[in-house]
């Protein structure tokens, strides 16, 4: 067996135990559900909805993963912008009414970040953070989500580079290193620029700055957005020209990290743009001077924001040797799959494949989501993608709070992504096969 046929099969081995698992889901709904009892106790919280975002709304955390919540204030039906220092308050408030319901660990209110959160451990140890109004949080991942409608191994890669990250100690902003959205986006660039290319460029699928056009009537602005973008997938997995690649998760991997390998060299003078698609350099781009960054990963969604602006000079170098370690290993002859995982998950990841191994089905080749059946190419039917346990729970959730709001007010109903639109991928969307999507 060659040393690829060990990654994929290492690869695998790490996705499997990785994936959140129906009680992982199970755990973040009752999560958030607690919350949201929370804030129907405060009174200055009186008609907001509590709106999950990040990396469980976009369907792209692990079974470790944090959990994002948005506490979305009441404003008619148009979309309101509370101040700082009024989402401060509110915060704060939040964090007393926490206290007294006990059973939340390791409160800590971080007033002056660029965005004020109030952070907390759940007694299930899932590492909380509630932000105030923060729906382009939830376009974002909505965004995310969509894009793994093109080609599920965007989902699977995302997983995989997040764990590795993990592992070597470079996914974490407060430590000067990559966020998990910075990371995300970096596996959108890398199957952007790959030949032929998996991913389009981004402006292909909504072709304006997201951010700016969050204005007005939410529904209406939320629908927009999703009507673009339900117009552009489509028409790119119908295009019948479109060259398809059909590089494994191995061959994936080993080329991302040869990719960044040189990251240190080139971020002095190129930035990451997912939005067009390309590496673009700094100095000639008016919208990123002046360059104060060590690393520039723009957001494809809210430009020109820098996605990767905690990012340091020294732990800049700490994730280019990472990178360089790791591919280096994986090109190396005699490899052991064992070895492998280690490498690319960690020592926790190896003890529960050996604790697991005896009990777990081994998985086949071109399985990508265990305990899920698949299409031909790996990706979920169009019938599965609708029934996420996200969209299930929605749906009875949905039901719930409406008849809450409807007996409360007559007026316009708030457009809550999680209490009103059940159905996280574009809801224009139209059957079309899944032409060029191969995995």
């Known amino acids: 067996m060659n040393g690829y046929n060990f990654l994929e099969l290492a690869i695998k081995d790490i996705l499997r135990v990785i994936n959140p698992s ?70 704060g408030d939040v964090l007393r009414a926490l206290r007294k319901k006990g059973g939340f660990r390791r409160l800590q209110f971080i007033s002056n970040a660029r965005v004020p959160i109030l952070k907390f451990e759940s007694c299930y140890n899932i590492s909380c953070d509630i932000s105030i109004n923060n729906l382009s ?22 997983l995989l580079v997040k764990e590795w990250a993990k592992t070597h100690h470079i996914n974490d ?19 952007q620029t790959l030949v032929p290319p998996i991913l389009p460029p981004l402006r292909e699928i909504y072709p304006r700055n ?15 957005i999703e009507d673009t973008c339900a117009v552009n997938i489509n028409r790119i997995k119908s295009d019948k020209l479109r060259l398809i690649n059909r590089s494994s998760l191995s061959e994936l991997f080993i080329s991302f990290l040869a990719k960044f390998s040189d990251v240190c060299s080139s971020a002095s003078t190129h930035g990451i743009s997912p939005y067009a698609g390309q590496s673009e350099d700094i100095d000639s781009n ?11 990963v723009e957001d494809p969604f809210e430009q020109p924001a820098n996605t990767a602006r905690t990012v340091s000079s020294n732990q800049l170098i700490k994730i280019s040797d990472a990178i360089q370690e ?11 799959q064992t070895s492998l995982v280690s490498v690319l998950a960690g020592e926790h990841i190896s003890r529960l494949l ?28 169009r019938s599965e993608r609708k029934q996420t346990p996200l969209q299930s729970q929605n749906k009875s959730q949905n039901k719930r709070m409406d008849k ?16 009103k639109q059940q159905v996280w991928r574009p809801r224009s969307q139209t059957k079309v096969d899944q032409i060029g999507s191969d995995g």
Do not use: C
Request: aromatic share 8%; proline share 4%; net charge positive.
């Open 22 to 91: 129906k009680e992982d889901w199970s755990v973040r709904f009752h999560i958030i559900n607690e919350i949201r009892s929370v804030a129907e106790s405060i009174e200055s919280l009186r008609g907001a909805t509590v709106e999950p975002f990040g990396s469980f709304a976009s369907n792209l955390f692990t079974k470790w993963g944090d959990l994002d919540i948005s506490i979305e204030l009441q404003n008619g039906s148009y979309i309101s912008s509370p101040g700082r220092k009024h989402k401060q308050s509110l915060l």
């Open 137 to 158: 949080g939830q376009m974002k991942s909505k965004m995310l989500f969509w894009i793994n409608e093109i080609d599920g191994r965007f989902r699977d890669l995302v």
């Open 286 to 296: 008016m919208r990123w001077l002046p360059k104060t960054y060590a690393l520039f």
């Open 404 to 419: 809450r709001q409807n007996d409360t007010t007559n007026g316009p109903m708030h457009a809550s992504t999680s209490q």
């Open 173 to 191: 902003s407060k430590a000067g290193t990559l966020n998990s959205y910075s990371l995300s986006l970096l596996v959108v660039f890398h199957l």
């Open 326 to 336: 790791t591919h280096g290993i994986l090109t190396s002859p005699n490899q052991i």
């Open 210 to 224: 997201m951010v700016d056009d969050l204005t007005g009537v939410r529904a209406a602005a939320e629908k927009h």
């Open 354 to 381: 050996t604790r697991t191994s005896a009990s777990t089905p081994v998985i086949k080749s071109g399985t990508r989501n265990p305990g899920a059946n698949h299409s031909r190419n790996g990706l979920k039917t």
